[in-house]
């Protein structure tokens, strides 16, 4: 008791004397705060400060300038800190930052500036003297391009923070930095990836390339990037990739294709991505994808292919099915005829599928796949038929239709079924029965359309009054 009382007095009598043991020796700089556990924490941040100041603690192991109006940096701005390990600049006004601002912080391991709308320049020794820096955020800057060799001392370097720049091109200064193990580029305006750009990145693990204009990439561009395991390439331009293009990323994980403007998928493209678990391909143009794509993706879990313009979904693209929690489709013009009918059995056994929005064949438009119900015709499957109801859905909204059309196709394809199951094989022996366009319009002859014709004519009567008594039940 008596020792604790003292050793509190001596303290609060001597601070400067008796440092505690992390307590900040020196004066905190004004308009700052210091902490005083453990570390020594300079926080200066929304203080309005137009300049440095003058000193800082020589044992501060972080300083926050954040927020505040800091325009300039000169040489050894802030003298010689052995201890410092961070120091955070981000939201200032800073345009110039003179070489060797930083010499002196010879420990430091993360360094912000982001958010500092006017650098646009950075000379090749800016960074001298930061042997050990591990994490750099030049984000939300006006970066144009850095100079080649600027990061020459940063061996150790792991992650770059770039994004939200005016990059037109990968910066040639990441090259062969082994220890880099996250890269930021996401909304510059990068144009290509060249074979050189990702030279040497053994360590590679995240890399964001997304929302820049990226129309070309150049044949096993990433070829280097063997631990790379998220990488993010949507919103670009690309409209084509290269034949191998993805060749070597055995431990990717995430592949983000999205938002580009893709029409034809190759199978070449994803053949070493065995670790692949979640590939985004959503909102391209998609019309085609080759056989044998998703041949290799062992591990695949999620595939998002809505927003294309695919019609039809080979059975054989998804042998062998190793594969999937979840299949997006939605947002895609399907052809919702037999060659689908794998999908729908596949959407009711697994429910691994949902959302299949049929735009064609019209008497199912507007119907989920879900709901198409396949007639048979002695057991191989018959196509939902193609109508035209032109004149006679003129005055019909949109929605009725489908649902007036769905009526129709569901009454046609008993009636159709009947008429198999009667003597109609002979003709029609086991291939698919593709109806005629305008079988059921009227002007086309023979003794089925006529029998399918009358038919029609008594269901649209039929129907009218259904739909006309249901308005009037509405209106009421
Ligand atoms: C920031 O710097 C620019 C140019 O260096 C200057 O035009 C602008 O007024 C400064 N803004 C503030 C808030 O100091
Ligand atoms: C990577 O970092 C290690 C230690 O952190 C260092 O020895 C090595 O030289 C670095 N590699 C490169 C290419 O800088
Ligand atoms: C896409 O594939 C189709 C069918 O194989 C082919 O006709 C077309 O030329 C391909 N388009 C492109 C851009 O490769
Ligand atoms: C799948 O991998 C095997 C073995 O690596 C390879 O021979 C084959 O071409 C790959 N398939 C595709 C579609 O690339
Ligand atoms: C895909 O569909 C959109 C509209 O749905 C169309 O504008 C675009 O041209 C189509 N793309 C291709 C490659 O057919
Ligand atoms: C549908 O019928 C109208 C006239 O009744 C005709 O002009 C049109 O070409 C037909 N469309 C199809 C797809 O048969
Ligand atoms: C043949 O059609 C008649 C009515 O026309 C029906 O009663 C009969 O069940 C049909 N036969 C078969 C095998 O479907
Ligand atoms: C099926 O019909 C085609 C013509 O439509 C005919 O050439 C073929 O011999 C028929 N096959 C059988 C098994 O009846
Ligand atoms: C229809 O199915 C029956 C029973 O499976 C079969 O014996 C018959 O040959 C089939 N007819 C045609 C034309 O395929």
Redesign the pocket.
């Known amino acids: 008791m008596i020792v604790f009382t003292f050793t509190v007095s001596v303290l609060s009598l001597l601070p400067q004397a008796v440092p505690a043991r992390w307590a900040c020796v020196r004066a905190c700089p004004p308009s700052c705060s210091c902490t005083q556990e453990r570390s020594c924490s300079v926080l200066c941040d929304r203080a309005g400060l137009a300049e440095l100041p003058k000193e800082f603690p020589c044992e501060a192991s972080a300083i926050n300038l954040d927020k505040n109006r800091i325009k300039f940096l000169s040489e050894r701005a802030f003298g010689t800190l052995p201890s410092l390990k961070s120091l955070s600049l981000d939201h200032n006004n800073i345009s110039f930052i003179t070489p060797g601002a930083f010499k002196g912080l010879s420990n430091l391991l993360e360094l912000k500036m982001a958010n500092n709308e006017y650098i646009s320049y950075l000379h090749t020794r800016t960074f001298t003297g930061l042997k050990k820096l591990v994490r750099l955020d030049l984000s939300g800057c006006n970066l144009f391009s850095i100079p080649d060799r600027i990061f020459i001392e940063q061996t150790a370097l792991k992650e770059l923070l770039c994004f939200q720049n005016n990059f037109r091109r990968v910066p040639g200064a990441i090259r062969g930095m082994e220890n880099l193990t996250h890269i930021y580029l996401e909304r510059n305006k990068i144009e290509a990836v060249a074979y050189n750009s990702l030279l040497g990145l053994g360590s590679l693990r995240y890399l964001n390339l997304q929302e820049n204009r990226i129309n070309v990439v150049h044949d096993q561009a990433f070829q280097d990037l063997v631990r790379l395991e998220n990488f993010y390439l949507n919103d670009n331009l690309l409209s084509d990739l290269p034949r191998l293009a993805f060749k070597g990323l055995i431990r990717l994980r995430m592949l983000n294709l999205g938002g580009n403007q893709l029409t034809n998928i190759s199978k070449t493209w994803f053949s070493d991505l065995v670790e692949l678990e979640v590939l985004y391909l959503d909102r391209n143009q998609l019309l085609y994808i080759e056989e044998g794509t998703f041949e290799n993706l062992t591990s695949l879990i999620t595939l998002h292919l809505n927003s294309n313009n695919l019609t039809t979904l080979p059975f054989p693209i998804f042998q062998p099915i190793y594969f999937l929690g979840r299949l997006y489709l939605f947002k895609n013009p399907w052809l919702c005829d037999c060659s689908l009918e794998w999908l729908k059995e596949w959407m009711e056994n697994y429910k691994l599928v949902r959302d299949i929005p049929c735009a064609s064949p019209s008497s199912v438009a507007g119907l989920d796949l879900s709901e198409v119900a396949f007639a048979k015709a002695n057991g191989t499957c018959v196509d939902p038929a193609e109508l035209n109801l032109t004149t006679a859905s003129s005055e019909i909204a949109s929605t009725t239709e489908n649902r007036f059309n769905s009526l129709i196709s569901k009454l046609l394809q008993q009636e159709l079924?009947?008429?198999?199951?009667?003597g109609t094989e002979s003709r029609r022996n086991g291939t698919l029965v593709e109806p005629e366009e305008g079988q059921l319009s009227a002007g086309v002859g023979g003794q089925q359309t006529r029998a399918s014709q009358s038919a029609l004519c008594i269901t649209v009567v039929w129907l009218m009054l259904f739909l006309i008594g249901q308005s009037c039940l509405h209106c009421t």
């Open positions: 079924r009947e008429e198999m199951g009667n």
